[in-house]
């Protein structure tokens, strides 16, 4: 099979790595990549918002499956693009990805199917906006309504905090993603990541992780995309996957179906768990980010049969063959992240590091310049291991990042502190 993935994180790396692991895959080309996966894959410099391009690119390559990672080429419709040239693809539809695209659409569909999740109010304008806070209090969480990279969720612990959020978005301060705000409920409990696969019909479980969404240890600092993940989640006990799959998940997924826009691909749902019951923060419709790499070491070459049966609408033939193990991936930023940071510095170190089925260095922002590895982007590594237990994993992942020579980049202390 000749496979095409789309991106160019260290969540494409991981599943690149995975994949490649299988022997159905004869070639694999990832677009546009980075350093580390132009290891193991071609990459290839093409534009993947650009839906005419990519399928002409995967017509010339005679590419047999597309695999699309990030929000905003789903969101934009590109999987709509490949189907209707004929291609067969991972990834839900421009109106499935309304799931992570927009945050009222996922209210609305919530209410409809009955998911428990927080109560919460739809604003176009800031007048109504600023008096539902102010009539709410605080805490209140604020949500730019449409796709802001990670950005657009604002956990305000005063009014004042939440009224300067509102004046932010409605002021252009999150692009067209923050000219309507959902405004929501705090909820109190502990957050965890639930990943399953979904054809249409069948909802498969593909596991469980904990990110770490803060810059600095003992969860301090700025927000980010995610400075480091493990999986499983210990606080998604049986129970609270059973409660979260009948009571949230299924639901969901028969609202989408009803409504005649069926959700294909995979479905992260963040969930607040709080006395075993669950409750949805959010839908995205792709994998997280660390939290994939933490996944795809312990799933390995089967990804690529779930991945491709899924897409095929086969799902209720599949079954998912787990390890009893752990994996645990910590992030190394350039210093800086997520403000102003430089790039084009000198990583060095990581030729001498082990690259094995239980430890792997996943390249996020990565690029070759006259042979050297550089930083380019703020997010730059994943290094990832697996262990039999989450100590293992965490002492392996570790080991290998002390010996990563990069002065210039900076790693959170405490990845798993909640579990360990
Ligand atoms: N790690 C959080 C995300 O991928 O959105």
């Known amino acids: 099979m000749n496979i095409l993935i789309l991106g160019s994180g260290g969540r494409e790396h991981s599943l690149a790595w995975a994949i490649k692991q299988n022997p159905k895959c004869d070639r694999l080309i990832v677009a546009p990549g980075n350093a580390g996966i132009a290891e193991i894959a071609d990459c290839a410099d093409?534009?993947?918002?650009?839906?005419?391009?990519?399928?002409?690119?995967?017509?010339?390559?005679?590419?047999?499956?597309?695999?699309?990672?990030?929000?905003?080429?789903?969101?934009?419709?590109?999987?709509?693009?490949?189907?209707?040239?004929?291609?067969?693809?991972?990834?839900?539809?421009?109106?499935?990805?309304?799931?992570?695209?927009?945050?009222?659409?996922?209210?609305?569909?919530?209410?409809?199917?009955?998911?428990?999740?927080?109560?919460?109010?739809?604003?176009?304008?800031?007048?109504?906006?600023r008096a539902y806070i102010k009539a709410q209090g605080a805490p209140i969480v604020v949500k730019a309504d449409g796709l802001a990279a990670g950005k657009g969720v604002i956990v305000a612990m005063t009014e004042a905090e939440a009224l300067s959020a509102i004046d932010e978005m409605f002021d252009g301060g999150f692009g067209a993603a923050g000219a309507e705000v959902v405004i929501e409920d705090f909820m109190e409990g502990e957050e965890a990541s639930f990943f399953v696969l979904c054809d249409g019909k069948t909802i498969l479980p593909v596991g469980t992780a904990q990110d770490h969404k803060r810059a600095f240890d003992g969860d301090t600092g700025p927000n980010t995309g995610g400075m480091g993940a493990y999986s499983p989640a210990p606080v998604m006990t049986e129970a609270v996957t059973h409660k979260a799959l009948a009571e949230i998940i299924r639901p969901t997924m028969d609202e989408m179906a009803k409504r005649g826009t069926p959700f294909q691909g995979v479905?992260?749902?963040?969930?607040?768990?709080?006395?075993?019951?669950?409750?949805?923060?959010?839908?995205?419709?792709?994998?997280?980010?660390?939290?994939?790499?933490?996944?795809?070491?312990?799933?390995?070459?089967?990804?690529?049969?779930?991945?491709?049966?899924?897409?095929?609408?086969?799902?209720?033939?599949?079954?998912?063959?787990?390890?009893?193990?752990?994996?645990?991936?910590?992030?190394?930023?350039?210093?800086?992240?997520?403000?102003?940071?430089?790039?084009?510095?000198?990583i060095k170190g990581l030729q001498s590091l082990p690259e094995d089925s239980v430890h792997m260095v996943f390249h996020a922002g990565t690029r070759l310049a006259d042979g050297k590895m550089t930083a380019a982007g703020g997010r730059v590594l994943n290094v990832t291991a697996r262990g039999t237990t989450l100590a293992e994993a965490h002492e392996r992942a570790y080991a290998m990042a002390q010996t990563i020579d990069w002065p210039q980049g900076f790693y959170r202390s405490d990845i798993g502190w909640r579990a360990l």
């Open 46 to 129: 093409i534009d993947i918002l650009d839906g005419g391009v990519v399928a002409t690119f995967a017509e010339e390559n005679t590419i047999d499956f597309v695999i699309i990672g990030p929000e905003a080429p789903l969101a934009a419709g590109l999987a709509d693009t490949l189907r209707a040239a004929g291609l067969l693809v991972f990834g839900p539809s421009a109106a499935a990805a309304q799931l992570e695209a927009s945050k009222s659409f996922t209210k609305a569909v919530c209410d409809a199917a009955g998911a428990p999740t927080a109560a919460y109010g739809h604003f176009t304008d800031a007048e109504a906006a």
């Open 267 to 346: 479905l992260f749902c963040g969930l607040m768990i709080q006395n075993g019951q669950p409750r949805l923060v959010e839908y995205n419709v792709r994998f997280g980010d660390p939290e994939c790499q933490c996944l795809m070491m312990r799933l390995g070459g089967q990804v690529l049969d779930l991945l491709h049966a899924c897409a095929e609408e086969r799902l209720d033939q599949m079954q998912v063959n787990w390890a009893d193990d752990h994996a645990l991936t910590i992030v190394m930023a350039a210093k800086g992240y997520p403000g102003a940071y430089e790039r084009g510095t000198e």
